[in-house]
Protein backbone atom coordinates (compact mmCIF):
# COMPACT_ATOMS: atom_id res chain seq x y z
CA UNK A 1 0.00 0.00 0.00
CA UNK A 2 1.15 3.62 -1.21
CA UNK A 3 2.02 5.61 2.04
CA UNK A 4 -0.32 8.41 1.26
CA UNK A 5 -3.29 6.12 1.04
CA UNK A 6 -2.68 4.75 4.01
CA UNK A 7 -2.57 8.66 5.71
CA UNK A 8 -6.03 9.10 3.60
CA UNK A 9 -7.39 5.76 5.36
CA UNK A 10 -6.14 6.88 8.77
CA UNK A 11 -7.91 10.30 8.15
CA UNK A 12 -11.09 9.23 6.84
CA UNK A 13 -11.29 6.84 9.96
CA UNK A 14 -9.73 8.85 12.54
CA UNK A 15 -12.48 12.03 11.01
CA UNK A 16 -16.24 9.75 10.79
CA UNK A 17 -14.68 8.14 14.22
CA UNK A 18 -14.67 11.40 16.06
CA UNK A 19 -17.63 12.52 14.39
CA UNK A 20 -20.48 9.55 14.31
CA UNK A 21 -18.23 5.95 16.17
CA UNK A 22 -17.27 8.14 19.22
CA UNK A 23 -20.90 9.98 19.83
CA UNK A 24 -22.66 6.85 18.92
CA UNK A 25 -20.56 4.35 21.53
CA UNK A 26 -20.99 7.00 23.81
CA UNK A 27 -24.94 6.81 24.07
CA UNK A 28 -24.76 2.97 23.89
CA UNK A 29 -22.40 2.91 27.07
CA UNK A 30 -25.12 5.66 28.58
CA UNK A 31 -27.66 3.46 28.55
CA UNK A 32 -26.17 0.44 29.54
CA UNK A 33 -24.08 1.81 32.06
CA UNK A 34 -26.79 0.87 35.07
CA UNK A 35 -27.25 -2.46 33.93
CA UNK A 36 -30.32 -4.35 32.33
CA UNK A 37 -32.82 -4.25 35.23
CA UNK A 38 -32.23 0.04 35.22
CA UNK A 39 -32.87 0.03 31.24
CA UNK A 40 -35.44 -2.63 31.34
CA UNK A 41 -37.16 -0.38 33.90
CA UNK A 42 -36.42 3.18 31.81
CA UNK A 43 -37.52 1.38 28.44
CA UNK A 44 -40.78 1.27 30.38
CA UNK A 45 -41.19 5.21 31.03
CA UNK A 46 -44.85 6.22 30.41
CA UNK A 47 -44.06 9.31 28.75
CA UNK A 48 -41.13 7.82 26.83
CA UNK A 49 -43.32 5.07 25.62
CA UNK A 50 -46.54 7.39 24.49
CA UNK A 51 -43.84 9.41 22.80
CA UNK A 52 -42.51 5.95 20.66
CA UNK A 53 -46.87 5.35 19.93
CA UNK A 54 -47.31 9.09 18.62
CA UNK A 55 -44.29 8.68 16.57
CA UNK A 56 -45.31 5.81 15.29
CA UNK A 57 -48.91 6.86 14.42
CA UNK A 58 -47.20 9.66 12.76
CA UNK A 59 -45.35 7.58 10.57
CA UNK A 60 -48.31 5.84 10.04
CA UNK A 61 -50.07 8.30 8.22
CA UNK A 62 -47.21 10.34 7.15
CA UNK A 63 -45.08 8.18 5.30
CA UNK A 64 -48.03 6.74 2.90
CA UNK A 65 -49.06 9.85 2.14
CA UNK A 66 -46.00 10.93 0.94
CA UNK A 67 -45.38 8.08 -1.21
CA UNK A 68 -48.92 8.71 -2.85
CA UNK A 69 -47.63 12.28 -3.38
CA UNK A 70 -44.35 11.16 -4.17
CA UNK A 71 -45.43 8.69 -6.77
CA UNK A 72 -47.87 11.03 -8.34
CA UNK A 73 -45.88 14.41 -8.55
CA UNK A 74 -43.20 12.10 -10.42
CA UNK A 75 -45.32 10.87 -12.91
CA UNK A 76 -46.97 13.89 -13.82
CA UNK A 77 -43.69 15.80 -13.95
CA UNK A 78 -42.14 12.85 -15.79
CA UNK A 79 -44.82 11.78 -18.50
CA UNK A 80 -46.33 15.37 -18.59
CA UNK A 81 -44.71 17.71 -19.10
CA UNK A 82 -46.08 21.56 -18.45
CA UNK A 83 -45.39 24.63 -17.06
CA UNK A 84 -46.95 23.76 -14.01
CA UNK A 85 -45.25 20.78 -13.22
CA UNK A 86 -42.15 22.22 -14.13
CA UNK A 87 -42.51 24.80 -11.30
CA UNK A 88 -43.56 21.71 -9.04
CA UNK A 89 -40.10 19.95 -10.08
CA UNK A 90 -38.35 23.04 -8.68
CA UNK A 91 -40.78 24.41 -5.44
CA UNK A 92 -40.47 20.29 -4.60
CA UNK A 93 -37.31 20.50 -2.90
CA UNK A 94 -37.51 23.84 -1.00
CA UNK A 95 -38.27 21.89 2.12
CA UNK A 96 -34.58 20.56 1.79
CA UNK A 97 -32.93 24.12 1.30
CA UNK A 98 -35.11 25.46 4.53
CA UNK A 99 -34.57 25.08 7.75
CA UNK A 100 -37.12 23.16 9.62
CA UNK A 101 -37.80 25.47 12.40
CA UNK A 102 -38.67 27.72 9.73
CA UNK A 103 -40.95 24.84 8.34
CA UNK A 104 -42.53 24.98 11.46
CA UNK A 105 -43.23 28.98 11.87
CA UNK A 106 -44.37 28.90 8.53
CA UNK A 107 -47.15 25.99 9.12
CA UNK A 108 -47.77 27.79 12.39
CA UNK A 109 -48.73 30.91 10.53
CA UNK A 110 -50.76 29.45 8.02
CA UNK A 111 -52.69 26.77 10.64
CA UNK A 112 -53.05 28.68 14.02
CA UNK A 113 -56.77 29.56 15.08
CA UNK A 114 -56.01 32.82 13.93
CA UNK A 115 -53.99 31.25 10.68
CA UNK A 116 -54.94 31.96 6.80
CA UNK A 117 -56.29 28.41 7.16
CA UNK A 118 -56.04 27.56 10.72
CA UNK A 119 -58.92 29.48 11.09
CA UNK A 120 -61.48 28.26 8.32
CA UNK A 121 -60.68 25.12 10.24
CA UNK A 122 -61.68 26.67 13.52
CA UNK A 123 -64.95 27.66 11.86
CA UNK A 124 -65.91 23.92 11.81
CA UNK A 125 -64.77 23.12 15.46
CA UNK A 126 -61.29 21.90 14.27
CA UNK A 127 -58.09 22.83 15.90
CA UNK A 128 -54.69 21.50 13.88
CA UNK A 129 -52.51 23.42 15.44
CA UNK A 130 -50.33 21.51 18.50
CA UNK A 131 -51.68 18.62 17.84
CA UNK A 132 -51.65 15.35 15.97
CA UNK A 133 -52.51 16.71 12.84
CA UNK A 134 -49.99 19.39 13.16
CA UNK A 135 -47.21 16.85 13.45
CA UNK A 136 -48.22 15.01 10.42
CA UNK A 137 -48.08 18.16 8.47
CA UNK A 138 -44.86 18.91 9.25
CA UNK A 139 -43.32 15.73 9.14
CA UNK A 140 -45.02 15.46 5.66
CA UNK A 141 -43.62 18.88 4.68
CA UNK A 142 -40.20 18.36 5.72
CA UNK A 143 -39.72 14.61 3.49
CA UNK A 144 -42.10 15.94 0.71
CA UNK A 145 -38.93 15.40 -2.38
CA UNK A 146 -37.90 12.08 -0.33
CA UNK A 147 -39.64 9.78 -2.49
CA UNK A 148 -40.15 11.69 -6.33
CA UNK A 149 -35.85 12.55 -5.93
CA UNK A 150 -35.58 8.83 -6.16
CA UNK A 151 -38.73 7.91 -8.35
CA UNK A 152 -38.03 10.55 -11.24
CA UNK A 153 -34.44 10.01 -12.68
CA UNK A 154 -35.60 6.35 -12.93
CA UNK A 155 -38.93 7.25 -14.88
CA UNK A 156 -36.72 9.00 -16.97
CA UNK A 157 -34.24 6.18 -17.65
CA UNK A 158 -36.67 3.87 -18.67
CA UNK A 159 -38.87 6.35 -20.90
CA UNK A 160 -42.12 5.42 -21.91
CA UNK A 161 -42.06 2.69 -24.65
CA UNK A 162 -42.76 -0.10 -22.17
CA UNK A 163 -45.90 1.31 -21.44
CA UNK A 164 -46.90 2.42 -24.52
CA UNK A 165 -46.05 -0.61 -26.04
CA UNK A 166 -48.68 -2.31 -22.81
CA UNK A 167 -51.22 0.12 -24.78
CA UNK A 168 -50.95 -1.38 -28.00
CA UNK A 169 -51.00 -4.54 -26.37
CA UNK A 170 -54.67 -3.34 -24.99
CA UNK A 171 -54.39 -2.78 -21.65
CA UNK A 172 -56.19 0.14 -20.14
CA UNK A 173 -54.15 3.07 -17.95
CA UNK A 174 -54.98 1.84 -14.91
CA UNK A 175 -53.39 -2.15 -15.59
CA UNK A 176 -50.42 -0.09 -17.36
CA UNK A 177 -49.58 1.46 -14.14
CA UNK A 178 -49.85 -1.32 -12.16
CA UNK A 179 -48.03 -3.77 -14.44
CA UNK A 180 -45.38 -2.08 -15.67
CA UNK A 181 -44.87 1.52 -14.26
CA UNK A 182 -45.53 0.17 -10.73
CA UNK A 183 -43.40 -2.46 -10.79
CA UNK A 184 -40.25 -0.72 -12.63
CA UNK A 185 -39.97 2.03 -10.21
CA UNK A 186 -40.94 -0.37 -7.21
CA UNK A 187 -37.29 -0.29 -5.60
CA UNK A 188 -36.43 3.42 -6.34
CA UNK A 189 -39.90 3.67 -4.35
CA UNK A 190 -38.80 1.46 -1.55
CA UNK A 191 -35.66 3.44 -1.09
CA UNK A 192 -37.89 6.80 -0.69
CA UNK A 193 -40.15 5.17 1.82
CA UNK A 194 -37.23 4.22 3.98
CA UNK A 195 -35.57 7.84 3.85
CA UNK A 196 -38.73 9.07 4.74
CA UNK A 197 -39.44 6.94 7.80
CA UNK A 198 -35.67 7.85 8.96
CA UNK A 199 -37.11 11.54 8.53
CA UNK A 200 -40.35 11.22 10.14
CA UNK A 201 -38.91 9.71 13.26
CA UNK A 202 -35.81 11.69 13.46
CA UNK A 203 -37.48 15.40 12.80
CA UNK A 204 -36.93 18.08 15.70
CA UNK A 205 -37.19 21.09 14.58
CA UNK A 206 -40.50 21.64 12.98
CA UNK A 207 -42.43 19.07 14.83
CA UNK A 208 -41.02 21.13 18.14
CA UNK A 209 -42.90 24.32 16.79
CA UNK A 210 -46.11 23.01 15.52
CA UNK A 211 -46.76 20.40 18.14
CA UNK A 212 -46.48 22.49 21.25
CA UNK A 213 -44.28 19.49 22.84
CA UNK A 214 -46.87 18.62 25.27
CA UNK A 215 -45.44 16.08 27.58
CA UNK A 216 -47.61 12.85 27.03
CA UNK A 217 -49.62 14.41 24.85
CA UNK A 218 -47.68 15.83 21.60
CA UNK A 219 -44.50 15.20 22.11
CA UNK A 220 -42.82 12.79 19.67
CA UNK A 221 -39.81 10.57 20.67
CA UNK A 222 -36.80 12.93 19.88
CA UNK A 223 -38.86 15.70 21.39
CA UNK A 224 -39.38 13.36 24.58
CA UNK A 225 -35.43 12.83 24.42
CA UNK A 226 -35.00 16.83 24.27
CA UNK A 227 -37.23 17.26 27.47
CA UNK A 228 -35.35 14.49 29.45
CA UNK A 229 -31.83 16.24 28.36
CA UNK A 230 -33.22 19.59 29.21
CA UNK A 231 -34.83 18.33 32.71
CA UNK A 232 -31.33 16.83 33.63
CA UNK A 233 -33.01 13.06 33.61
CA UNK A 234 -29.66 12.59 31.37
CA UNK A 235 -29.97 8.48 31.38
CA UNK A 236 -33.61 8.21 30.79
CA UNK A 237 -32.50 10.48 27.09
CA UNK A 238 -29.97 8.47 26.69
CA UNK A 239 -32.46 5.21 26.22
CA UNK A 240 -34.32 7.21 23.76
CA UNK A 241 -31.47 7.92 21.93
CA UNK A 242 -30.44 4.21 22.28
CA UNK A 243 -33.64 3.59 20.41
CA UNK A 244 -33.69 6.26 18.23
CA UNK A 245 -29.92 4.81 17.21
CA UNK A 246 -31.26 1.23 16.86
CA UNK A 247 -34.30 2.40 14.56
CA UNK A 248 -31.21 4.26 12.23
CA UNK A 249 -29.39 1.06 12.20
CA UNK A 250 -32.15 -0.70 10.82
CA UNK A 251 -33.43 2.27 8.26
CA UNK A 252 -29.80 2.34 6.96
CA UNK A 253 -29.58 -1.56 6.36
CA UNK A 254 -32.77 -1.89 4.18
CA UNK A 255 -31.43 1.38 2.86
CA UNK A 256 -28.32 -0.31 1.47
CA UNK A 257 -30.19 -3.57 0.76
CA UNK A 258 -32.56 -1.88 -1.42
CA UNK A 259 -30.05 0.63 -3.20
CA UNK A 260 -28.11 -2.89 -3.57
CA UNK A 261 -31.34 -4.53 -5.56
CA UNK A 262 -32.07 -1.07 -7.33
CA UNK A 263 -28.37 -1.30 -8.32
CA UNK A 264 -28.42 -4.94 -9.43
CA UNK A 265 -31.66 -3.88 -11.43
CA UNK A 266 -30.12 -0.98 -13.13
CA UNK A 267 -27.09 -3.19 -14.41
CA UNK A 268 -29.30 -5.95 -15.75
CA UNK A 269 -31.12 -3.77 -17.99
CA UNK A 270 -29.62 -2.40 -21.47
CA UNK A 271 -29.99 0.92 -23.02
CA UNK B 1 -55.93 -5.16 -43.38
CA UNK B 2 -55.98 -1.92 -45.50
CA UNK B 3 -54.16 1.37 -43.75
CA UNK B 4 -54.71 4.67 -45.27
CA UNK B 5 -54.56 8.09 -43.85
CA UNK B 6 -54.95 11.64 -45.52
CA UNK B 7 -53.72 14.96 -44.47
CA UNK B 8 -51.66 13.90 -41.56
CA UNK B 9 -50.68 17.05 -39.99
CA UNK B 10 -48.58 17.21 -36.83
CA UNK B 11 -46.12 19.96 -35.13
CA UNK B 12 -44.04 19.93 -32.19
CA UNK B 13 -43.20 22.99 -30.00
CA UNK B 14 -43.90 25.13 -33.52
CA UNK B 15 -42.07 22.94 -35.51
CA UNK B 16 -44.02 21.20 -38.51
CA UNK B 17 -42.97 17.68 -38.47
CA UNK B 18 -45.76 15.94 -40.85
CA UNK B 19 -47.23 18.61 -43.18
CA UNK B 20 -50.58 16.94 -44.40
CA UNK B 21 -49.76 13.69 -45.90
CA UNK B 22 -51.74 11.11 -47.52
CA UNK B 23 -51.01 7.52 -48.33
CA UNK B 24 -52.69 3.81 -48.74
CA UNK B 25 -51.14 0.54 -47.63
CA UNK B 26 -52.66 -1.95 -49.47
CA UNK B 27 -53.92 -5.34 -47.61
CA UNK B 28 -50.80 -7.35 -47.28
CA UNK B 29 -48.49 -5.23 -48.20
CA UNK B 30 -44.58 -4.29 -46.55
CA UNK B 31 -44.41 -0.77 -46.62
CA UNK B 32 -41.12 1.02 -45.91
CA UNK B 33 -41.18 4.97 -44.54
CA UNK B 34 -38.20 5.41 -45.90
CA UNK B 35 -36.45 8.77 -44.64
CA UNK B 36 -33.32 10.74 -43.17
CA UNK B 37 -33.82 11.08 -39.16
CA UNK B 38 -36.08 14.37 -38.69
CA UNK B 39 -37.80 13.64 -41.79
CA UNK B 40 -41.13 12.66 -39.43
CA UNK B 41 -41.14 8.77 -40.35
CA UNK B 42 -41.62 7.64 -36.89
CA UNK B 43 -43.91 10.71 -35.96
CA UNK B 44 -46.11 9.09 -38.81
CA UNK B 45 -45.83 5.44 -37.66
CA UNK B 46 -47.07 6.36 -33.42
CA UNK B 47 -49.73 8.53 -35.10
CA UNK B 48 -51.27 5.43 -37.11
CA UNK B 49 -50.58 3.21 -33.95
CA UNK B 50 -52.71 5.90 -32.10
CA UNK B 51 -50.07 6.78 -29.75
CA UNK B 52 -48.96 10.08 -30.90
CA UNK B 53 -52.26 12.78 -31.25
CA UNK B 54 -52.26 14.22 -34.54
CA UNK B 55 -53.60 17.43 -35.11
CA UNK B 56 -55.51 17.69 -38.17
CA UNK B 57 -56.14 14.63 -40.81
CA UNK B 58 -57.55 11.04 -40.60
CA UNK B 59 -56.51 7.64 -40.06
CA UNK B 60 -58.46 4.29 -41.20
CA UNK B 61 -58.04 1.22 -40.83
CA UNK B 62 -60.06 -0.97 -43.32
CA UNK B 63 -61.99 1.58 -44.62
CA UNK B 64 -63.30 2.55 -40.75
CA UNK B 65 -62.28 5.66 -39.52
CA UNK B 66 -59.93 4.92 -36.14
CA UNK B 67 -58.97 8.87 -35.78
CA UNK B 68 -60.21 8.96 -32.22
CA UNK B 69 -59.85 5.37 -31.02
CA UNK B 70 -57.29 4.96 -28.31
CA UNK B 71 -54.03 3.01 -29.03
CA UNK B 72 -55.47 -0.18 -26.91
CA UNK B 73 -58.46 -0.47 -29.37
CA UNK B 74 -56.89 -0.69 -32.59
CA UNK B 75 -55.60 -3.28 -32.61
CA UNK B 76 -52.23 -3.26 -34.40
CA UNK B 77 -48.94 -4.71 -33.13
CA UNK B 78 -46.39 -2.24 -32.44
CA UNK B 79 -42.90 -2.72 -32.23
CA UNK B 80 -40.32 -0.31 -30.73
CA UNK B 81 -36.37 0.40 -31.67
CA UNK B 82 -35.27 -0.03 -28.07
CA UNK B 83 -37.80 -3.50 -28.39
CA UNK B 84 -39.19 -1.90 -25.05
CA UNK B 85 -39.08 -5.42 -23.18
CA UNK B 86 -40.95 -5.42 -19.91
CA UNK B 87 -37.71 -5.78 -17.97
CA UNK B 88 -39.31 -7.19 -14.87
CA UNK B 89 -41.21 -9.82 -17.18
CA UNK B 90 -40.13 -13.47 -18.41
CA UNK B 91 -39.40 -13.83 -21.92
CA UNK B 92 -42.42 -16.03 -22.05
CA UNK B 93 -44.54 -13.43 -19.71
CA UNK B 94 -43.45 -11.04 -22.11
CA UNK B 95 -45.24 -13.00 -24.70
CA UNK B 96 -48.33 -13.57 -22.76
CA UNK B 97 -48.97 -9.87 -21.99
CA UNK B 98 -51.43 -8.94 -24.90
CA UNK B 99 -53.48 -12.35 -24.18
CA UNK B 100 -53.44 -11.68 -20.53
CA UNK B 101 -55.40 -8.54 -21.46
CA UNK B 102 -57.71 -10.26 -23.52
CA UNK B 103 -58.20 -12.69 -20.51
CA UNK B 104 -57.34 -16.02 -22.73
CA UNK B 105 -57.33 -18.74 -20.34
CA UNK B 106 -54.27 -20.28 -18.97
CA UNK B 107 -54.23 -23.40 -20.72
CA UNK B 108 -54.61 -21.85 -24.27
CA UNK B 109 -52.48 -18.56 -23.20
CA UNK B 110 -49.72 -21.43 -22.84
CA UNK B 111 -50.14 -22.92 -25.94
CA UNK B 112 -50.37 -20.01 -28.02
CA UNK B 113 -47.13 -18.51 -26.07
CA UNK B 114 -45.44 -21.78 -27.13
CA UNK B 115 -46.58 -21.55 -30.72
CA UNK B 116 -45.18 -18.20 -30.80
CA UNK B 117 -41.97 -18.88 -29.43
CA UNK B 118 -41.16 -21.72 -31.64
CA UNK B 119 -42.43 -19.01 -34.47
CA UNK B 120 -39.85 -16.64 -33.40
CA UNK B 121 -37.25 -19.37 -32.44
CA UNK B 122 -37.20 -19.10 -28.62
CA UNK B 123 -38.08 -22.01 -26.82
CA UNK B 124 -34.86 -22.65 -25.41
CA UNK B 125 -35.07 -18.98 -24.12
CA UNK B 126 -38.83 -19.25 -22.48
CA UNK B 127 -37.68 -18.72 -18.69
CA UNK B 128 -34.80 -16.63 -19.39
CA UNK B 129 -35.26 -12.46 -18.56
CA UNK B 130 -34.85 -9.18 -21.38
CA UNK B 131 -31.00 -8.78 -20.31
CA UNK B 132 -30.50 -12.03 -20.48
CA UNK B 133 -31.35 -12.20 -24.15
CA UNK B 134 -28.84 -10.44 -27.29
CA UNK B 135 -30.12 -7.57 -29.25
CA UNK B 136 -31.60 -10.15 -31.86
CA UNK B 137 -33.41 -12.59 -29.39
CA UNK B 138 -34.84 -9.24 -27.95
CA UNK B 139 -36.14 -8.07 -31.45
CA UNK B 140 -37.57 -12.00 -31.97
CA UNK B 141 -39.18 -11.33 -28.73
CA UNK B 142 -40.88 -8.07 -29.35
CA UNK B 143 -42.35 -9.14 -33.04
CA UNK B 144 -43.99 -12.16 -31.16
CA UNK B 145 -45.31 -10.23 -28.36
CA UNK B 146 -46.54 -8.13 -30.64
CA UNK B 147 -48.00 -10.80 -32.61
CA UNK B 148 -49.36 -12.41 -29.91
CA UNK B 149 -52.57 -10.70 -30.06
CA UNK B 150 -52.93 -11.27 -33.93
CA UNK B 151 -53.05 -7.69 -34.97
CA UNK B 152 -54.60 -6.29 -37.86
CA UNK B 153 -51.37 -4.16 -38.89
CA UNK B 154 -47.65 -4.80 -37.64
CA UNK B 155 -45.84 -1.16 -37.47
CA UNK B 156 -42.17 -1.39 -37.07
CA UNK B 157 -40.11 1.16 -35.85
CA UNK B 158 -36.31 1.16 -37.18
CA UNK B 159 -36.53 -2.32 -36.29
CA UNK B 160 -32.95 -3.32 -37.58
CA UNK B 161 -31.10 -0.56 -36.44
CA UNK B 162 -29.86 -1.48 -33.07
CA UNK B 163 -28.23 -4.59 -34.56
CA UNK B 164 -24.75 -5.33 -35.74
CA UNK B 165 -24.34 -5.99 -39.89
CA UNK B 166 -24.55 -9.59 -39.87
CA UNK B 167 -27.71 -10.26 -37.40
CA UNK B 168 -29.31 -7.35 -39.14
CA UNK B 169 -29.11 -9.21 -42.71
CA UNK B 170 -30.37 -12.13 -41.45
CA UNK B 171 -33.15 -10.92 -39.59
CA UNK B 172 -34.56 -8.66 -42.27
CA UNK B 173 -35.05 -11.44 -44.91
CA UNK B 174 -36.33 -13.70 -42.17
CA UNK B 175 -38.69 -11.12 -41.11
CA UNK B 176 -40.01 -10.26 -44.52
CA UNK B 177 -40.63 -14.14 -45.24
CA UNK B 178 -42.49 -14.32 -41.66
CA UNK B 179 -44.56 -11.28 -42.88
CA UNK B 180 -45.22 -13.09 -46.29
CA UNK B 181 -46.33 -15.96 -44.38
CA UNK B 182 -48.74 -14.30 -42.22
CA UNK B 183 -50.04 -12.35 -45.10
CA UNK B 184 -50.25 -8.85 -42.49
CA UNK B 185 -49.57 -5.49 -43.47
CA UNK B 186 -46.64 -4.07 -42.06
CA UNK B 187 -45.10 -0.48 -42.11
CA UNK B 188 -41.97 -0.30 -41.69
CA UNK B 189 -39.56 2.76 -40.54
CA UNK B 190 -35.98 2.71 -41.70
CA UNK B 191 -33.09 5.19 -42.74
CA UNK B 192 -31.29 2.44 -44.89
CA UNK B 193 -32.14 2.46 -48.00
CA UNK B 194 -30.81 -0.87 -49.10
CA UNK B 195 -33.07 -2.54 -46.13
CA UNK B 196 -36.12 -0.98 -47.22
CA UNK B 197 -35.24 -1.87 -51.37
CA UNK B 198 -34.21 -5.44 -49.85
CA UNK B 199 -37.31 -6.16 -48.55
CA UNK B 200 -40.36 -3.83 -49.17
CA UNK B 201 -43.34 -4.06 -51.57
CA UNK B 202 -43.55 -0.23 -51.98
CA UNK B 203 -41.41 2.52 -50.59
CA UNK B 204 -43.03 5.71 -49.14
CA UNK B 205 -39.72 8.24 -48.92
CA UNK B 206 -40.43 11.19 -46.83
CA UNK B 207 -38.16 14.12 -46.56
CA UNK B 208 -39.41 17.25 -43.81
CA UNK B 209 -42.88 15.65 -43.39
CA UNK B 210 -44.03 15.33 -46.59
CA UNK B 211 -43.90 12.17 -49.03
CA UNK B 212 -41.50 13.07 -51.83
CA UNK B 213 -42.39 9.97 -53.68
CA UNK B 214 -44.06 6.33 -53.29
CA UNK B 215 -43.69 3.41 -55.80
CA UNK B 216 -42.59 -0.15 -56.25
CA UNK B 217 -38.85 0.11 -55.27
CA UNK B 218 -37.26 -0.89 -58.45
CA UNK B 219 -38.98 1.91 -60.18
CA UNK B 220 -38.34 4.18 -57.55
CA UNK B 221 -34.76 3.58 -57.76
CA UNK B 222 -34.56 3.88 -61.68
CA UNK B 223 -37.58 6.64 -61.69
CA UNK B 224 -36.89 9.21 -58.77
CA UNK B 225 -39.03 11.98 -58.76
CA UNK B 226 -36.86 14.53 -57.29
CA UNK B 227 -33.15 15.18 -56.56
CA UNK B 228 -33.99 14.53 -53.13
CA UNK B 229 -35.25 11.00 -53.76
CA UNK B 230 -32.21 10.04 -56.28
CA UNK B 231 -29.77 11.05 -53.97
CA UNK B 232 -31.36 9.31 -50.82
CA UNK B 233 -31.86 5.98 -52.89
CA UNK B 234 -28.45 6.07 -53.89
CA UNK B 235 -25.38 7.19 -54.97
CA UNK B 236 -25.53 9.71 -57.90
CA UNK B 237 -23.06 11.97 -60.00
CA UNK B 238 -23.44 14.29 -62.82
CA UNK B 239 -22.00 14.27 -66.31
CA UNK B 240 -22.81 17.78 -69.01
CA UNK B 241 -24.92 19.14 -66.34
CA UNK B 242 -27.54 16.06 -65.86
CA UNK B 243 -27.69 13.39 -63.04
CA UNK B 244 -26.69 9.90 -63.09
CA UNK B 245 -26.27 7.04 -61.41
CA UNK B 246 -22.42 5.83 -61.31
CA UNK B 247 -23.39 2.22 -62.73
CA UNK B 248 -25.43 4.15 -65.45
CA UNK B 249 -21.29 5.60 -67.13
CA UNK B 250 -19.18 4.12 -68.91
CA UNK B 251 -15.72 5.24 -70.36
CA UNK B 252 -14.69 4.59 -73.66
CA UNK B 253 -12.64 6.37 -75.92
CA UNK B 254 -12.13 9.78 -77.15
CA UNK B 255 -14.50 10.29 -79.88
CA UNK B 256 -17.99 12.95 -80.14
CA UNK B 257 -20.21 10.79 -78.50
CA UNK B 258 -18.25 11.22 -75.14
CA UNK B 259 -17.67 13.67 -72.92
CA UNK B 260 -13.86 13.72 -72.64
CA UNK B 261 -12.74 13.66 -68.75
CA UNK B 262 -9.34 13.27 -67.03
CA UNK B 263 -9.19 10.81 -64.42
CA UNK B 264 -8.19 11.59 -61.08
CA UNK B 265 -8.75 8.40 -58.93
CA UNK B 266 -8.91 4.97 -59.15
CA UNK B 267 -10.32 3.53 -55.92
CA UNK B 268 -10.49 -0.21 -55.66
CA UNK B 269 -12.85 -1.33 -53.19
CA UNK B 270 -13.39 -5.05 -53.78
CA UNK B 271 -15.34 -6.10 -56.72
CA UNK B 272 -16.65 -2.68 -57.32
CA UNK B 273 -14.08 0.07 -58.79
CA UNK B 274 -14.71 3.88 -58.97
CA UNK B 275 -12.79 5.98 -61.03
CA UNK B 276 -12.98 9.89 -60.34
CA UNK B 277 -12.84 11.84 -63.19
CA UNK B 278 -12.80 15.47 -63.41
CA UNK B 279 -13.33 18.03 -66.88
CA UNK B 280 -11.55 21.51 -67.74
CA UNK B 281 -13.77 23.31 -64.80
CA UNK B 282 -12.70 21.18 -62.40
CA UNK B 283 -16.12 19.45 -61.53
CA UNK B 284 -15.66 15.96 -60.90
CA UNK B 285 -18.18 13.03 -62.27
CA UNK B 286 -17.56 9.18 -61.07
CA UNK B 287 -17.87 5.90 -62.69
CA UNK B 288 -18.48 2.91 -60.98
CA UNK B 289 -16.78 -0.51 -63.00
CA UNK B 290 -16.90 -3.78 -62.25
CA UNK B 291 -12.79 -5.55 -62.15
CA UNK B 292 -13.85 -7.17 -64.82
CA UNK B 293 -14.52 -3.86 -67.03
CA UNK B 294 -11.30 -1.97 -65.03
CA UNK B 295 -9.28 -4.80 -66.50
CA UNK B 296 -10.59 -3.93 -70.30
CA UNK B 297 -10.03 -0.56 -70.04
CA UNK B 298 -7.41 0.09 -67.81
CA UNK B 299 -7.60 3.54 -66.63
CA UNK B 300 -4.87 5.37 -65.37
CA UNK B 301 -4.62 8.34 -63.54
CA UNK B 302 -3.86 11.95 -65.73
CA UNK B 303 -5.14 9.88 -68.83
CA UNK B 304 -7.75 11.32 -70.91
CA UNK B 305 -10.73 9.14 -71.70
CA UNK B 306 -14.67 9.24 -72.83
CA UNK B 307 -17.65 9.22 -70.46
CA UNK B 308 -20.69 8.46 -71.75
CA UNK B 309 -24.06 7.15 -70.76
CA UNK B 310 -24.33 3.22 -71.04
CA UNK B 311 -26.56 2.30 -74.01
CA UNK B 312 -28.82 0.56 -71.92
CA UNK B 313 -30.01 3.44 -69.87
CA UNK B 314 -32.99 4.65 -70.98
CA UNK B 315 -33.68 7.87 -69.13
CA UNK B 316 -31.32 9.89 -66.64
CA UNK B 317 -32.13 9.87 -62.95
CA UNK B 318 -34.02 13.05 -61.54
CA UNK B 319 -36.28 13.43 -64.27
CA UNK B 320 -39.64 12.74 -62.74
CA UNK B 321 -40.52 9.92 -65.18
CA UNK B 322 -44.04 8.67 -65.86
CA UNK B 323 -45.42 6.48 -62.98
CA UNK B 324 -45.36 2.88 -64.52
CA UNK B 325 -48.91 2.35 -63.05
CA UNK B 326 -51.50 4.96 -61.55
CA UNK B 327 -50.29 3.66 -57.50
CA UNK B 328 -47.03 4.88 -58.19
CA UNK B 329 -47.21 8.25 -57.75
CA UNK B 330 -45.29 11.43 -57.09
CA UNK B 331 -46.74 13.31 -54.06
CA UNK B 332 -43.95 16.09 -54.84
CA UNK B 333 -45.42 19.25 -55.79
CA UNK B 334 -42.94 21.25 -58.46
CA UNK B 335 -39.67 20.12 -59.07
CA UNK B 336 -36.07 21.26 -57.77
Keep these: ?10 LVIGYVGALLALPLGFVFQQAFSHGWAQLWAALHDHAMDLAIILTAKVAILAVPLNVLFGVGASLWIVRHPSKVSRVLDVVIDVPLALSPIIVGLVLELAYAQNGWFGSAFAAMGLRVMFSYPAIVLASVFVSLPLVSRQVIPLLREIGDHQEQTAATLGARPTRIFFTITLRSIAWAAAYGVTLTLARVIGEYGAVLIVSGNIALITQ ?42 LERKRHGSFV | MAVSYSGVTKSFRGRLVLDGISDVV ?32 RVSLAGKDV ?3 PARDRHIGFCFQDYAPFRHLSLRENIAYGLKVQHVARAQRREQVDELLRLVRLEDYADQYPHQLSGGQRQRMA ?66 GRIEQAGRPPFVYD ?45 RLGFEVRVILTNAEGSTTWVQLTHDQVKQINPRVGQRVGVRVRSTI ?13 RETSHHEGSH
Excluded at chain 1, 1 to 10: A, D, H, K, N, T
Excluded at chain 1, 241 to 252: D, I, R
Excluded at chain 2, 27 to 49: D, F, M, N, W, Y
Design chain 2, 143 to 208: LARALAIKPDVLLLDEPFAALDAQVRAELRRWVRSLQQELGITTILVTHDQVEAMEIADRLVILNE
Design chain 1, 1 to 10: MRRSSLVLRI
Design chain 2, 67 to 69: TNT
Design chain 2, 26 to 57: NEGELTALLGPSGSGKSTLLKIIAGLTPLDSG
Design chain 2, 223 to 267: HPATEFVASFLGPITSLGGISYRPHELELVGISDAAETLEVREVV
Design chain 2, 314 to 326: ATPAATGAEPATP
Design chain 1, 220 to 261: TLTLNIGANFESFNSYQGFVGALLLALVSVLVLTVIGVSRHR
